[in-house]
C-alpha cells in the first residue's frame, strides 16, 4: 500500500514561523498585500521593523481576527 503523499507547506502557511513577511501574512488573511499594508498603517494589524524590514508577528494574525469578530458581535 502507498503511503499518502504530503505537500510541502508553503512559507506563510509554516506553524513554526514567529515572524512573516506582509505577503505572508495577507495570504493568511486572504487578503491583498495593500490591504495588509493598509491595516499596518492604521495599527489594526501589529508589525515590527527588523533592520529595514517589515515583519508581522504570527500571533499578531489570530489576534487581528479576534478583535474583527468581537467588533463585530458587538456591533
Same mark, same amino acid.
Given at each position: 500500500?502507498?503511503?499518502?503523499? &504530503?505537500?510541502?507547506? /508553503?512559507?506563510?502557511?509554516?506553524? &513554526?514561523?514567529?515572524? =512573516?513577511? $506582509?505577503?505572508?501574512? /495577507?495570504?493568511?488573511?486572504?487578503? #491583498?498585500?495593500?490591504?495588509? %499594508?493598509?491595516?499596518?498603517? &492604521? #495599527?489594526?494589524?501589529?508589525? $515590527?521593523?527588523? #533592520?529595514?524590514?517589515?515583519?508581522?508577528?504570527?500571533?499578531?494574525?489570530?489576534? %487581528?481576527?479576534?478583535? =474583527?469578530?468581537?467588533?463585530?458581535? /458587538? #456591533?
Amino acid at each position: 500500500m502507498d503511503e499518502p503523499t &504530503t505537500l510541502p507547506l /508553503a512559507p506563510a502557511d509554516d506553524p &513554526t514561523l514567529v515572524l =512573516l513577511k $506582509v505577503e505572508e501574512a /495577507a495570504r493568511r488573511l486572504r487578503v #491583498g498585500r495593500t490591504t495588509c %499594508y493598509a491595516l499596518i498603517r &492604521t #495599527g489594526e494589524l501589529e508589525s $515590527v521593523t527588523v #533592520g529595514t524590514l517589515r515583519r508581522v508577528p504570527a500571533a499578531a494574525v489570530p489576534e %487581528y481576527v479576534t478583535r =474583527l469578530r468581537s467588533a463585530q458581535r /458587538a #456591533g
